[in-house]
């Protein structure tokens, strides 16, 4: 079976860039989150969505971070405009029940 | 306080030594509770989940301590494999909504 996919899994790009990361999450599995790890702060959770729905968006950082999830099958976060301090790993998972399945992440890199 | 702790070691241990991780959690109410796995540079991988009861997976067992409010995971026989950075996962309100709390792991070496 597919795990969680995401793409691109390397983004380096530009401060004041717009950026698109996205996310097929587990078939079957009706709970997605977006988290973002760093050295300094580990892994946080920015947003999840229970059914396509968001639930808990209290992690987002700013109002530069948006996140939809259009269907159960496909996600986007999405940063505008880019900063040097938005360089991170953003990961991806999803759940059916309790556990979280992730995603390899993507990797950004903003100069 | 944070909500999830952990001690961050590193921990270097001699392949075929026993090692133990602890963590406490903040949230009385919590419910849920895992370890996960992480290796550099890759994605965080569930290892186990935790019980009231405490279970063992192979050479892993993991227990809970709700009075305490603390969680530990003790690898017996560690192998090189074994090397990575060890998650302790907590379920972020009473209900269970699927919101995790990661601690900050614990990084174990494994030595030949």
């Known amino acids: 079976d597919a795990g969680v996919i995401q793409s691109p899994r390397h983004e380096v790009t530009e401060m004041g860039q717009e950026v698109t990361l996205r996310c097929k999450p587990i078939?079957?599995?009706?709970?997605l989150f977006w988290y973002r790890q760093t050295m300094m702060r580990g892994l946080e959770l920015l947003i999840y969505?229970?059914?396509?729905?968001?639930?808990?968006d209290s992690g987002m950082p700013e109002d530069r971070f948006s996140a939809k999830m259009p269907n159960a099958s496909f996600s986007t976060l999405k940063i505008q405009p880019s900063e040097p301090r938005d360089s991170a790993v953003y990961f991806c998972?999803?759940?059916?029940?309790?556990?979280?399945?992730f995603g390899p992440g993507t990797r950004l890199t903003v100069t | 306080r944070k909500e999830v702790e952990q001690d961050p070691g590193p921990f270097n241990v001699p392949e075929g030594a026993t090692v133990a991780f602890n963590c406490t959690y903040s949230?009385?109410?919590?419910?849920?509770f895992f370890w996960y796995r992480q290796d550099c540079r890759k994605e965080p991988k569930l290892l186990m989940s935790?019980?009231?009861s405490g279970n063992e997976d192979g050479r892993f067992t993991a227990q809970l301590n709700r009075a305490s409010q603390y969680i530990s995971l003790l690898i017996r026989d560690s192998k090189l494999s074994d090397s990575a950075t060890y998650l302790c996962v907590v379920n972020g309100d009473s209900g269970n909504t699927g919101k995790l709390i990661f601690g900050q792991g614990t990084t174990l070496q494994v030595k030949p």
């Open positions: 949230n009385s109410a919590s419910q849920s």
């Open positions: 969505f229970n059914n396509n729905v968001p639930i808990d």
């Open positions: 935790v019980y009231s």
């Open positions: 998972a999803s759940s059916k029940v309790r556990e979280q399945y």
């Open positions: 078939s079957g599995h009706n709970s």
